[in-house]
């Protein structure tokens, strides 16, 4: 009891409601990029022929941009469930790295927070709250910043997605509002390209991208990914071997 | 069935965020599938990107000099380069899209 009197970051330690809000504060930037993206999956879902519950409910069993975008893409292109299923895994195996580094922060925490804390951790959410858990004094309610940034994101996400899925007929094809998608994607790879090993990867996952268009059930996608993680992979093992043998 | 595949893949992808935070793995992944997994993000959005600006959407073929989405993505690129905002990348991309099909 002294001890905690006398600990610093014990007297510091933030409230539960304090953690909350800075976690939904910090989110905030993100949601200018979010809310589009959610706009174009709604109307996109909707061109690919899929009803609007099932476009408004991916948003919350998938929760996640990319993934959801390649299902409706490949649904409507008639690929067979496998290779949907399939290209959406693969797309989703990055968050194995989130949950890696952050299970150090939330392992000692209830089994319904970790779950509830899980199905929250996308790519904005853990940018934003890995951040709090790394650089700022520890607290025992510094899971809450998570479940401020992840319940941020998650309720921007449902709204801009029934929002599409809504005004999606009225927006004429002119606008071009698909193309939102490519630039999304644009506007999070390119500024973190930094190695040879991760132009090694775009080279490839790009190349193959476009020979790979005639393989049968739109499987250029899944191919071209794997084999751009692998070309990465190999570059990066041959940098650390030089570097270590140099 | 499509209800089938969501539910399935939507089981797989919260199982990628809980993994680590389950009390059965009490690892770190092995170094190199920390490694691999790194290159996951670049690999899938690059594969995603690049048919979408190249191939035209029209008949699927190769468009290159004719192809006002290979501008206004070089653009779009330059903008995430020097913003690093996403708002901005997308509000460049769109407005150079539109300019340029008037255009040309």
Known sequence: MLKAQNNPSASQNRSAGSEFWAGVREEVPLIFGVAPFGLVFGVLGIESGLTPWQTI??????????????FAQLWAAGVPALIVGGSVCVINLRHVLYSASIAAYLRHLPLRWRILLGYLLTDEAYAISIRRLQHEPP?????????GSGMLLWVSWQFATIFGVLVGGTIPDSWSLSFAIPLTFIAVVAPIL???ADLAAVMTAGTIAIIGQPLPWNSWLIIAAICGILAGWLVSRLNHQAGATS | MIWFIMIAT??????????????GISNRPPPWL??????????????IIVPAILL??????????????????ALAIIAALVTRQMITTIGVGL???????WAM
């Open chain 1, 194 to 196: 930094k190695t040879r």
């Open chain 2, 56 to 73: 035209d959407p029209a008949d699927q073929t190769i468009a290159l000099w004719d192809n006002p989405r290979l501008f206004a993505a």
């Open chain 1, 139 to 147: 607290g025992s309610n510094q899971h809450f910043h998570l479940l």
């Open chain 2, 10 to 23: 939507g089981l797989f992808t919260f199982a990628t965020r809980f993994i680590m935070l389950s009390n």
């Open chain 2, 34 to 47: 920390v490694d691999a997994l790194g290159f996951v993000p670049i690999a899938v959005l690059t594969a």
């Open chain 1, 57 to 70: 409910l991916m948003s919350s069993i998938l929760f996640g941009g990319a993934s959801q975008i390649v």
């Open chain 2, 95 to 101: 407005v150079a899209l539109w300019i340029l099909q």
